[in-house]
C-alpha cells in the first residue's frame, strides 16, 4: 500500500522521491501502481487527472472495470463481445458512477449498440458529474457526440468544449461533420455557435460533398457564407490540384450550388484548376454545363487557345468524360448542342473507344450512328480498336454488336474469362481465347473437374495454379480439388520462393493454412530464396494463432532467421506491439537479436522512421526492455543514427530509457555528435547544447 501511494504521489510530482523508479524499473509499472491506489481511493479522481495523466487513467479504467465484462469488452472496443452480452445485461455502474456510455470511446459499432440497448445518456459521474455527451466532448469524439445529439441527449451544459473552443479549433471539427456526414453535430453548431465564421475551405468540402449533405444544411452553410460576405474575407479554397468549390459543385452536376457560388459567393466561372481546367470542363450535368456555358460567351476562343505554361489538350474534355462515365445526356449535349468534333482523337483517345470500357452499349451505338459507323476498326494511340476493347472488359452486348456491324477481330489478343464470350469468339470470329490461371479460377467446380488440363503448367511467373489461386481466390473446395491434382503439395514457386503453404500465409488465408496442413504441407520448408520460415509470414501478419500453433505443436526455434539475419521480431508490425510483449513473455523471444549487418530491431525502427516509429521505440524501450548499448557492425549504436537524423524526438527516448552514450565512437571513429555535425543537424545540436 506504501508503494502505491508513493508511486501516485511521484506521477502526480515528478520532483519527489527518485528512489521510485528504481525500486519499480520502469515507469509504466509506476503508472500501474498509481492507478492501483487511486482505485482504492476513488475520492481522488478528477477530470483533470483524467485530462493529464493517460496512461494512469486507462490503466483506473480497467481495474475499476475488471468485475463487470461488459465493461471491460466496451473498453477493449470488442464488438463482438459487447454485441453478444447486451440482451441479458443489467444496467450498472462502476466506482466511478459511469455506465458502459461514459467510457466509450472511438468505437462508433459499440456507441450505437449501447444507445439502442436504451442505456441511459444523462447518467451523471464523479468526473465533474459529466454525462456521456460531455465525456465525448472531453475526448473529441465527435462521432459518438453526433450519435448522442441524433438520439436527443442533453447538450446545454455551458462547458461543453464545442461551446468554448477557439474558432480555427471548430473549424477542424465542422470539416469533419461535413466529410464524415455528422449532420446533427453540424447542426448544433451552426445554431449553437454564430460566433463561427464560415470559411471558404468548408465551401470547398460542402461542395465536394453535396450529393451526400442533406439539403437543409448545405444552404445553411452557403446562406451564412454569404450573411458573412465570406466573399470578401477570402479567395476561394483550392485542393492540391488547384480545384475549387465550384469545380467540384460542377462534377457532382448541382446546378443549385453551382448558381449559388456564383451568383451569391463571387465565384468566377473563369477559374481554372492547376490543369487549365475550368468548372465547365468538369461538368457531368447537361443543366449545369448549359448554365456555366452561358457566362463564358468567349468560351469557344478561350478553349482553343493553350494556357501559357500548359501543353496543349492536357485536360479531358467533357465529351471524353461524359463517355468515362456512362453519361449519354452529357454526351448528346456535347456533340448535338456544343458540337463537340467527337470524330477527332484527344491525347489519342476516342470516346467511342471510351465508353465501351465502361459498357455503355447506349453511347456506343449512338456514336457509331453519328460517325463511328464508317471508322469502325480505327486504333487510339495505344493500337485498342473498339471490338479490342469490347473484349478485353468482356462486355458481350457490345462484342455482338460490332462482329455483327464488322468489326475487324484479326487484333484481339485478350484472354476473356467469361466462358459465354469466349465460345462466341471460337464460334464467330475463329479466335481460340489462351487458358489463363484467371480463367481456370473463375470455373466452377464441376468444370474445373471436368477439364482436361496439365496442372503443373506454369505462367511467365513460373508459378502453378495451386501457387496462384491461394493468393488470389478464396473458394475452400476448389482449393481441396487442386491439392489432388498435385503429388507434391510443397511445389516452390520459380519467382518467388515461397511454397503453398508459405503463400497462404502471407495472403492471410487461415483456412487454406489448415486445409494445407492436413494435407501433409511441410511447416518446416523455407522460402528459397528469402530464407523466411513460416514463422516470419505469421509474424508479419501479426497472426497469433498461427504463431502459437507452429511454436508448440510444430515447435519451430522462435529467433529463427532468414537470409539477412533477421528473426520475427524484426517482422512485427506497428500494430502489433503488444503480440511483441507476448512472444517475450510466453516464449523467450530474444529482443535484442542481430541481423546480418549487426542491427537490432532499436536500430532498425530508428534507421527507417516509420510513420509510428516514435510510438515504437518507446514501446520497445519501456515494455519489453530492449538494450541501447548494442553496437552493429559498422560499431553505431541506435542513438548514432537518431543523432546523425537529427531525431530530437527518439533522442529524448532514448535518454529517458536508460541514458545517453555520447562518448562511444563507430568504427571510423565517429561519436553520435560527430555525425550529427556532419550532417549538419543544427537543431539537434542546439537541443544538445541548450540541456548541457
Not at 464523479?126 to 475526448?139: F, H, I, V, W
Not at 502459437?548 to 522462435?558: G, N, P, Q, V
Request: glycine letters at 4%.
Amino acid at each position: 500500500a506504501n508503494l502505491e501511494r508513493e508511486c501516485y504521489r511521484f506521477c502526480l510530482d515528478k520532483n519527489s522521491d527518485q528512489m521510485i523508479l528504481q525500486q519499480c524499473k520502469y515507469t509504466t509499472v509506476v503508472e500501474y501502481m498509481a492507478a492501483r491506489y487511486l482505485s482504492k481511493h476513488v475520492e481522488l479522481v478528477n477530470l483533470t487527472l483524467y485530462r493529464e495523466h493517460t496512461r494512469i487513467s486507462n490503466f483506473l479504467d480497467q481495474l475499476i472495470s475488471r468485475h463487470d465484462k461488459i465493461a471491460t469488452a466496451v473498453l477493449n472496443k470488442d464488438t463482438e463481445q459487447v454485441l453478444t452480452m447486451l440482451d441479458s445485461y443489467q444496467e450498472s455502474q462502476d466506482d466511478l458512477n459511469r455506465n458502459p456510455l461514459h467510457a466509450s470511446h472511438d468505437c462508433l459499432a459499440i456507441q450505437e449498440a449501447l444507445v439502442a440497448a436504451g442505456l441511459q445518456l444523462e447518467q451523471r459521474c464523479l468526473l465533474s458529474d459529466y454525462t456521456p455527451l460531455q465525456l465525448a466532448d472531453e475526448r473529441k469524439d465527435w462521432k459518438f457526440v453526433n450519435l448522442l445529439l441524433q438520439n436527443n441527449a442533453r447538450h446545454n451544459f455551458p462547458s461543453l468544449g464545442l461551446r468554448t473552443m477557439r474558432t480555427d479549433q471548430l473549424e477542424e471539427v465542422v470539416e469533419s461533420c461535413i466529410s464524415t456526414t455528422l449532420h446533427h453535430l453540424l447542426d448544433w453548431i451552426l445554431t449553437n455557435r454564430p460566433d463561427y465564421q464560415i470559411t471558404q475551405r468548408n465551401i470547398y468540402s460542402a461542395s465536394v460533398c453535396s450529393d451526400t449533405m442533406q439539403s437543409d444544411l448545405l444552404f445553411r452553410i452557403l446562406n451564412r457564407a454569404h450573411e458573412q460576405k465570406l466573399h470578401d474575407r477570402e479567395a476561394p479554397y483550392r485542393f492540391m490540384w488547384g480545384s475549387t468549390g465550384l469545380h467540384m459543385a460542377a462534377y457532382n452536376g448541382s446546378l443549385a450550388v453551382c448558381r449559388f457560388l456564383v451568383e451569391k459567393l463571387n465565384f468566377s466561372a473563369d477559374l481554372q484548376d492547376y490543369s487549365g481546367q475550368t468548372a465547365l470542363g468538369e461538368a457531368s450535368d447537361v443543366e449545369v454545363a448549359t448554365y456555366l456555358k452561358s457566362l463564358q460567351k468567349d468560351f469557344r476562343q478561350k478553349e482553343l487557345e493553350p494556357k501559357a505554361g500548359l501543353e496543349e489538350d492536357v485536360v479531358d474534355s467533357a465529351f471524353i468524360r461524359a463517355c468515362n462515365s456512362n453519361n449519354l445526356e452529357l454526351v448528346r449535349y456535347c456533340v448535338e448542342q456544343d458540337r463537340h468534333d467527337f470524330m477527332k482523337p484527344e491525347r489519342g483517345q476516342y470516346g467511342f473507344i471510351n465508353a465501351i470500357a465502361w459498357g455503355n452499349l447506349s453511347i456506343v451505338e449512338y456514336l457509331y450512328d453519328k460517325g463511328f459507323k464508317d471508322q469502325l476498326d480505327i486504333e487510339d494511340s495505344t493500337g485498342c480498336t473498339a471490338l479490342v476493347n469490347a473484349v478485353r472488359y468482356e462486355h458481350l452486348p457490345i462484342v455482338k454488336f460490332l462482329v455483327e456491324r464488322g468489326a475487324d477481330f484479326s487484333k484481339i489478343q485478350d484472354a476473356p474469362n467469361n466462358s459465354e464470350l469466349r465460345q462466341y469468339l471460337k464460334d464467330h470470329c475463329q479466335y481460340d481465347p489462351p487458358i489463363t490461371f484467371e480463367y481456370l479460377s473463375e470455373l466452377g467446380l464441376d468444370e474445373l473437374r471436368s477439364l482436361e488440363y496439365n496442372f503443373l503448367t506454369e505462367n511467365e511467373d513460373g508459378d502453378v495454379l495451386l501457387h496462384y489461386y491461394i493468393e488470389y481466390h478464396e473458394d475452400v473446395e476448389v482449393l481441396k480439388f487442386l491439392l489432388t491434382q498435385y503429388d507434391n503439395v510443397d511445389l516452390e514457386s520459380k519467382f518467388t520462393g515461397r511454397t503453398p503453404l508459405l503463400e497462404a500465409i502471407r495472403a492471410h488465408k487461415a483456412e487454406f493454412v489448415d486445409i494445407l496442413l492436413e494435407t501433409g504441407a511441410d511447416a518446416y520448408k523455407i522460402c528459397a530464396k528469402t530464407g523466411q520460415s513460416v514463422l516470419h509470414l505469421a509474424a508479419l501478419q501479426s497472426n497469433k494463432r498461427l504463431l502459437d500453433l507452429f511454436l508448440t505443436k510444430y515447435r519451430i526455434a522462435i529467433d529463427s532467421r532468414d537470409n539477412q539475419g533477421q528473426t520475427i521480431a524484426f517482422y512485427l508490425e506497428s500494430n502489433a506491439m503488444n503480440l511483441f510483449h507476448y512472444l517475450v513473455e510466453r516464449y523467450g523471444m530474444d529482443v535484442n537479436a542481430q541481423n546480418n549487418e549487426g542491427r537490432t530491431v532499436l536500430h532498425e525502427k530508428i534507421i527507417y522512421e516509420g510513420f509510428l516509429h516514435l510510438n515504437e521505440v518507446e514501446y520497445l524501450l519501456r515494455e519489453v526492455g530492449v538494450r541501447q548499448n548494442v553496437t552493429d557492425r559498422r560499431g553505431r549504436l541506435a542513438l548514432h543514427y537518431a543523432a546523425e537524423r537529427g531525431n530530437i524526438n527518439v533522442v529524448q527516448l532514448l535518454e529517458r530509457y536508460g541514458g545517453l552514450e555520447w562518448n562511444v565512437r563507430d568504427a571510423d571513429g565517429k561519436s553520435p555528435v560527430d555525425l550529427a555535425k556532419e550532417a549538419a543537424q543544427e537543431k539537434l545540436l542546439e537541443y544538445l547544447e541548450g540541456s548541457n
